[in-house]
């Protein structure tokens, strides 16, 4: 088990504690039809329109497996190195949810499909920590009840109820809620990769339980508790951050914490009880008689595994020996299969990494501030990597390069003209004739002898004269060259 660096440790009245985390994601897996019915599993439609009989439990109904929901439950496995188990059993958990007709829900416990496993996370520093993956099981999901439709009734959609979820749950490995919402991150890239969740968290399709201890260093591990249901990698943070001081201050001052499962308020930024946590005894799981142990050949592990594709570990490697990238920027790169491939398409062949420090730069911030994603950029890599190509031969400045990107981002993909035709539309080529340069550098000190005498006696206030200088030719005179004639008019060395 992982121990905390000291920059992990929260300080309390009695000193230094520990945080110790251990995380059960739930995906939904991506497939057109439920688990154990043929229903659909559109998101978005109408109350009660994508419910079979099976997922209404109505008398007689025997559920049936959806063996596209294995395939992807296997192919996750193998995504996390995981153990995938050619034997396994479908349980019924008996507990009552309100919006699960049947009474209870099918899942795995004993004999899950995929057992140990392993992903390796980035952290902020650069550097990687491996977290261990205990299981991962198949479930059903269960429907949902709304509250909010009548003043004195409450109504329930079923579209929900029987979709499949992968279960996968992680060793208590982390120890930071830095640490557990790149661990999040990294799940959720791994499965948009494979294909197998689509990582919506907004829509649900990808929630934590995440179960909170703290300790002394050293000490067993302490009661914990589990916030439920946490769907956005903000609020996963928030909810550490506060269930963890809120754990020390009830034991310093001389309480206990009771096991139990908890909300996560995003308004109030705090965590509120909602039921005593049950152990698994108390579930009473015993094996599905409706359903058959699922059972399948090696063969068929390995055809699947054979249609895996470069999954976000390998790319960055890939990322760091072939274009010479650093961890860092190629860890940003592969976060999302859209974004790995738009750097590629614009790299190859020319300056990788002036076109990431494009990518990560100028086209991300763009994306964001017009709240799009990657692949409804503005600007296409075939584009993005023409300014790079532009940029590097010197026909234009750096400062003109980021006009250049603002503009193509501005027309938009309809309009798609090459960066070398608003060049030369707008007469943006980079001025390299010493003569006018010098000319330009000559008019600026004329204008400002003061500051060219206080220049003299305070040489770092050369920059000053390189920025006027850009400023009126436009940024299009070279900064190497500008800088260059500064100094030798001011007398000062290089």
Request: net charge negative.
């Amino acid at each position: 088990m992982s121990e905390a660096t000291n920059d992990n440790l929260i300080s309390g009245v009695t000193g230094d504690w520990e945080v110790v985390l251990g995380l059960e994601v739930h995906a939904q897996v991506l497939s057109q039809a439920k688990l154990f019915s043929g229903a659909a599993t559109e998101y978005g439609a109408e109350p009660n329109t994508q419910v079979s009989l099976v997922d209404a439990a109505m008398p007689g109904m025997l559920p049936v497996i959806n063996w596209k929901c294995v395939e992807q439950a296997v192919r996750t496995g193998l995504g996390l190195r995981a153990q995938i188990n050619n034997y396994s059993v479908f349980d019924r958990k008996n507990y009552f949810y309100p919006d699960l007709p049947q009474g209870y829900q099918i899942s795995q416990f004993l004999q899950p499909v995929v057992g140990e496993g392993e992903i390796i996370i980035d952290l902020e520093d650069g550097s990687t920590k491996t977290v261990g993956i205990e299981r991962l099981h198949l479930e059903q999901d269960a429907g949902k009840s709304l509250h909010d439709q009548h003043p004195d009734l409450s109504f329930v959609d079923l579209n929900r109820s029987g979709v499949a979820l992968m279960e996968i749950v992680s060793r208590p490995d982390m120890r930071s809620s830095a640490e557990a919402q790149a661990y999040v991150k990294k799940l959720r890239a791994i499965l948009r990769y494979l294909g197998t969740c689509d990582g919506n968290m907004e829509q649900g399709s990808l929630r934590a339980d995440v179960n909170v201890s703290v300790r002394k260093q050293g000490d067993p591990l302490g009661t914990r508790c589990e916030i439920k249901n946490v769907n956005s990698i903000r609020f996963i943070g928030q909810a550490i951050e506060y269930e963890a001081r809120r754990q020390i201050a009830i034991i310093e001052d001389g309480g206990t914490i009771d096991q139990e499962t908890r909300l996560f308020d995003p308004k109030n930024g705090e965590t509120r009880s909602m039921r005593t946590k049950e152990e698994a005894h108390d579930y009473r799981y015993f094996p599905d008689p409706d359903l058959l142990p699922l059972t399948f050949s090696q063969d068929f592990v390995d055809e699947i595994a054979a249609t895996l594709p470069e999954l976000p570990d390998d790319k960055k490697a890939r990322f760091m020996t072939d274009y010479g990238l650093s961890a860092y920027d190629a860890g940003i790169l592969v976060a999302e299969a859209e974004s790995a491939a738009y750097f590629e398409a614009a790299a190859t062949g020319r300056d990788a990494k002036a076109v990431a420090n494009m990518v990560i730069g100028s086209l991300f911030a763009g994306l964001n501030k017009a709240g799009l994603n990657i692949n409804d950029s503005p600007v296409s890599p075939e584009n993005l990597g023409a300014l790079v190509d532009l940029l590097s031969d010197d026909t234009i400045s750096s400062r003109i390069a980021k006009d250049v990107f603002e503009m193509m981002f501005e027309d938009g993909p309809d309009q798609g003209k090459a960066p070398s035709v608003i060049v030369e539309e707008k007469g943006l080529k980079q001025v390299t004739d010493t003569g006018a340069i010098e000319a330009a550098v000559d008019e600026v000190l004329a204008a400002n002898p003061d500051k060219v005498a206080q220049a003299k006696e305070k040489p770092k206030m050369a920059g000053w004269f390189v920025g006027q200088v850009m400023q009126s030719t436009g940024g299009k005179a070279n900064p190497q060259s500008v800088n260059k004639l500064v100094l030798q008019k001011l007398g000062i060395e290089e």
